[in-house]
DNA sequence: GTCTACTGTATTGTCGACAATCCTGACGAC
DNA sequence: GTCGTCAGGATTGTCGACAATACAGTAGAC
């Protein structure tokens, strides 16, 4: 289930070097298309590439790198209609998982989201931008949750880590901000008057919302996303 | 994108081990919880355990073998909550793709689908059942592939994949497979006559059914399955 | 007979080395 | 100047070995 919130010390190497890599790669920290050197990150990471190879392979099965035989893996391109398709399907789980919360959930366990949500929206004015990502990413994971369909949120998640910079860009926005919070306040108050089917149509203009935007950004920025490179 | 019926001779070992991994994942040859013994199968497969490892790692990511640190992997559990939710989240992203598909597919397309399942439906009685659910995971494919968006295709193969033994065991049973291949035919219909929303509700009790049939099959014939295995 | 402690074996985790392949840049033909 | 060729170095692909851990089977206490 892996509540976003919670973190454990990875014993082993697969799983440091996983974490490492997904990390970079979700906030593109690596530049896009950059071919990722074995040896060096290996040594970075103080383990052998055999580990390392091994992380890469899962994150690339994920989508956040790319593997060319012979040539190794490299952090994935931004893609915009890669976004697009991610938005969409995005959206199709969403609202059915919505449409479902409203079934299967307890009033408790949405009121629990309700009160979570609130709390955030409180200290949003001083809360850092890339905390407000995680919430956000949070609130809409843990609403799928409600589906009680484990890979419903699977499949988010992984979503959410490749779109995650797109969202932090969103987010940015402070008008966009605002508006995209009380969407969510919106989505709770309908799934707590027990209209699912409210709460998935506006689930689905909000991401739609969302994506236009995202669309917007990639095409005027991308520079900005190849110029933030950490490296 | 991954044409069903296209196949590749790999030339590294990896891939190589992913694919017959993959293949005795997908139709369960391994029995459910067994423990796949490193050195044994690199043997078998010629090779050393690095390329194997890796490619556990991304069938492991992909949800068909299950890891366990410092107990490796072994085949995933056939759980019914598994199914039902995999079931769920397919018909989700099945009727979307439908809906989506009556927008933006060209007519041609559609035709050449339509083509296509009648060529597998008037073939029916002659085909051999693994042939057939290869043939009804095509179908679906395709028509997924008709909405133009690449990441629901990809994850849709991903469910393909966990669900391929219920399947077979769906279209086993021959008054299934006739309703079946006949909503199947009766989706194409109201896509051509430009009828999405149709369309998409008639693939979602389709899949409703299959569903409901699965759960029955899961929780009467778990044995078959642990029984079955060719190793 | 049941439980526990222990020990040897089987299995996984990680490493460093070498082979295979790719890439860069220099050089020369035209 | 452009193109192709060809070293030489860099990078990936794969291997076998060893360390760390888990497991099974035995022996002993009770």
Redesign the interface.
Known sequence: MSRPSEAKRP??S??RAYEALRAMAVRFELKPGERLNEVEIAKRLAMSR?PL???M??L????LLTFV?NQGFSCRKLSA??IA??Y??RA??EA?GAR?AALRARRGELEELDAYWSKVAASQATTPIETLVARDEEFHLRLAALSG????V??LENINARIHFVRRINLENPARLRESFAEHAGVLVRLLQGDGEGAAELLRSHLALSAEEAAVVIREGLARIYAESVA
């Open positions: 014993t082993n697969v799983e055999a190879r091994e992380a392979n899962r690339a099965t994920e989508g035989p209609s890669e398709s991610l969409e399907v199709d789980l059915a479902a369909n484990r890979e419903r699977r499949m």
